[in-house]
């Protein structure tokens, strides 16, 4: 699969190479693929979670609490730093979860001014149920590529990420 194809970015480069020839169009057409990737990819991947009645965020709390063990369980400040969420962005997700019967609040064993928030036991059945067809999408995505194309792509995007991520 490795010949070249044609694409809008290409179309976008052409206009600006007509009217702009003294610019070096390069980076602008790797961002403006990355941003359509992450924009295509994006649709098919939220389509697993709205056919099983979640939102992306709602997802990405569900993920969190399965991610941390046994018993599936974090403080709502931790989720909101794990996530780069405000804590009233969080507080609108629990409620949502906690409506749906997927997470529970509760009071901190520890310090009953604290609040716990879990895993109930059908948010982890969902969740199990919901990564794992997250998984095989992506996978699906990738498909295109090599295995020796991805593990490319992955330390491209690694490096790229790491050095941006660094200048914050």
Do not use: C
């Amino acid at each position: 699969m490795g010949e070249m194809t044609t694409d809008a970015v290409d179309a976008i480069a052409a206009q600006w190479r007509h009217e702009r020839p003294d610019l070096d169009l390069e980076a602008m057409a790797i961002i403006g693929r990355l941003g359509r990737l992450s924009v295509v990819a994006g649709k098919e991947i939220e389509a697993v979670f709205t056919a099983h009645g979640l939102q992306r965020g709602e997802f990405d709390v569900l993920a969190a609490l399965r991610r941390s063990g046994a018993p599936y369980e974090l403080n709502p400040s931790v989720l909101a730093e794990t996530l780069m969420l405000s804590r009233a962005g969080m507080t609108g997700r629990l409620d949502r979860l906690e409506s749906a019967g997927l997470v529970r609040r509760a009071a901190d064993a520890g310090d009953r001014r604290a609040i716990r928030v879990a895993l109930t036991d059908r948010g982890l059945e969902l969740v199990d149920l919901v990564v794992t067809e997250h998984t095989e999408n992506e996978t699906r995505l990738l498909s295109v590529l090599s295995a020796k194309d991805r593990k490319e792509l992955d330390r491209l995007t690694r490096l790229l990420l790491a050095d941006l991520e660094g200048r914050q």
